[in-house]
């Protein structure tokens, strides 16, 4: 492995363990760009998995006591049958054009928010709603890897402090990915090369991850709102740009 190779890596994994640690996701959003340049894209794909889970770990102990297990359910138990969906759909479904079609609620979502000066502070739960964005998420998750994309929408859309935010969107992502990387290691993609990329990965994941904790632990409820609604906003411009380049 050449020495630009491995700054692409380390670039992409201080990339994504910073945002992930800021936000609570976005590992694959921000470390893909980098990684594609370097390693084949199923290699890359799985890469981001194990990052995200092992920068989601850190993240989940900074917020540990403000997990609430029945709020979190709400959007989990569902996010299960969305994931078995999704395994069910995926001979059928055109993941880029998928993809596409999430870019563009991204960017509309952020884009409309970014630009109001008044954030919307919702307070009343709709079950209902929370379980089918759950569902969808799970479903997302499993044939595209965005599992926080959804709930990350909805969450930044009430009037909750930061931690309550971070401790719906981190535990979420954390479990459904980690049914993802299952699923991933039975159909045989946890290689010995995947290994080798996640030890020279994984020391610039952690120094990003932290850095982004203690980012995140600076802001105050508000901003980290505001933050939410513009890496929306980013995350769906960057999503549209790497896709579209990949189809045309």
Same mark, same amino acid.
């Given at each position: 492995m050449t020495f630009e190779l491995m700054v692409?890596?380390?670039?992409?994994?201080?990339?994504?363990?910073?945002?992930?640690? !800021? #936000?609570? $996701?976005?590992?694959?959003? @921000? =470390?893909?760009g980098w990684w594609l340049a370097a390693i084949p894209a199923h290699e890359a794909v799985v890469l981001v998995v194990i990052l995200s889970l092992i920068g989601?770990?850190?993240?989940?102990?900074?917020?540990?006591?403000?997990?609430?297990?029945?709020? !979190? #359910?709400? $959007?989990?138990?569902?996010? @299960? =049958?969305?994931i078995a969906v999704g395994f069910l759909l995926l001979e059928y479904i055109d993941v880029l054009m998928l993809k596409l079609v999430v870019a563009i609620l991204l960017v509309f979502f952020g884009g409309y928010f970014t630009f109001r000066r008044n954030l919307p502070k919702l307070q009343?739960?709709?079950?209902?709603?929370?379980?089918?964005?759950?569902?969808?998420?799970?479903?997302?998750?499993?044939?595209?890897?965005?599992?926080?994309v959804l709930l990350t929408m909805w969450c930044?859309?009430?009037?909750?402090?930061?931690?309550?935010?971070?401790?719906?969107?981190?535990?979420?992502?954390?479990?459904v990915l980690s049914l993802v990387l299952l699923l991933m290691a039975w159909r045989g993609m946890l290689t010995s090369h995947i290994v080798m990329l996640t030890l020279i990965t994984l020391p610039f994941s952690v120094i990003g991850t932290q850095a982004g904790i203690a980012t995140f632990q600076r802001l105050s409820d508000d901003r980290f709102q505001r933050l939410l609604i513009w890496l929306t906003l980013f995350s769906g411009l960057m999503l549209a740009g790497r896709e579209l380049a990949v189809r045309f």
């Open positions: 692409l890596l380390g670039i992409g994994a201080f990339a994504g363990g910073f945002i992930n640690g !800021l #936000a609570g $996701f976005g590992t694959g959003l @921000f =470390a893909l989601g770990a850190q993240g989940i102990y900074a917020v540990r006591n403000a997990i609430d297990l029945p709020d !979190l #359910a709400r $959007f989990l138990l569902p996010s @299960f =049958a969305g009343v739960r709709i079950l209902s709603v929370d379980m089918a964005v759950g569902a969808i998420g799970g479903v997302l998750a499993t044939v595209a890897g965005l599992s926080g930044s859309l009430y009037g909750w402090p930061k931690t309550r935010r971070r401790a719906v969107i981190q535990p979420f992502n954390i479990i």
